[in-house]
T-cell receptor
């Protein structure tokens, strides 16, 4: 049972490039989330999904896009990367709230 | 606006020296309060969920308590392996709101 798996673990992007952060979970959770964590700050919700085919914006969605075609996968797309998107990104999943969320190991992204 | 403030930002203790971490919150209604542990370079790991004032949960050397305005994470006779950042998060009781609102965390260091 792997839980929540994120790839890649590290990535350096140049300004204006695009990339997709991958997230998959094997717990059959309906709810999935993307957070970003900046130094000294709390985690901020980017996007979330309540099930396959359903996504919605969180607190900081600008510059990102998501899709949810299956229960297991919830990729995060960065278009036209900017230095402000330098951060650590965490994917998480849960059963119906307010149960606890399970987090992946994170992707450390640097935009230069 | 929903808000979570954790104090102190950082805390150094000697092994065996008990103390408490504070999480103050402001929400329109509380669906649940969560405590997570985060080790460097890792994703947050779930510790406790508290749902109503007066509730307490325990796990090894940790005990979490909840009032209407704040939560405490008490650590008794800590060991060096308890060193980590402890995150508090609340889930607001708003229809359709799936997000967790995180505090900035308390970085705990236990010296042997």
């Amino acid at each position: 049972n792997a839980g929540v798996t994120q790839t890649p673990k590290f990535r350096i992007l140049k300004i204006g490039q695009s990339m997709t952060l991958q997230c998959t979970q094997d717990m059959n959770h309906n709810y999935m989330y993307w957070y970003r964590q900046d130094p000294g700050m709390g985690l901020k919700l980017i996007y979330y999904s309540v099930g396959a085919g359903i996504t919605d914006k969180g607190e900081v969605p600008n510059g990102y896009n998501v899709s949810r075609s299956t229960t297991e996968d919830f990729p995060l797309r960065l278009e036209l990367a900017a230095p402000s998107q330098t951060s650590v990104y965490f994917c998480a999943s849960s059963y119906s709230p307010p149960t606890e969320a399970f987090f992946g190991q994170g992707t450390r992204l640097t935009v230069v | 606006e929903d808000q979570v403030t954790q104090s102190p930002e950082a805390l150094r203790l000697q092994e065996g020296e008990s103390s408490s971490l504070n999480c103050s919150y402001t929400v329109s209604g509380l669906r649940g309060l969560f405590w997570y542990r985060q080790d460097p370079g890792k994703g947050p790991e779930f510790l406790f969920t508290l749902y109503s004032a007066g509730e307490e949960k325990e796990k090894e050397r940790l005990k979490a308590t909840l009032t209407k305005k704040e939560s405490f994470l008490h650590i008794t006779a800590p060991k060096p392996e308890d060193s980590a950042t402890y995150l508090c998060a609340v889930q607001p009781l708003i229809q359709g709101a799936q997000k967790l609102v995180f505090g900035q965390g308390t970085r705990l260091t236990i010296n042997p």
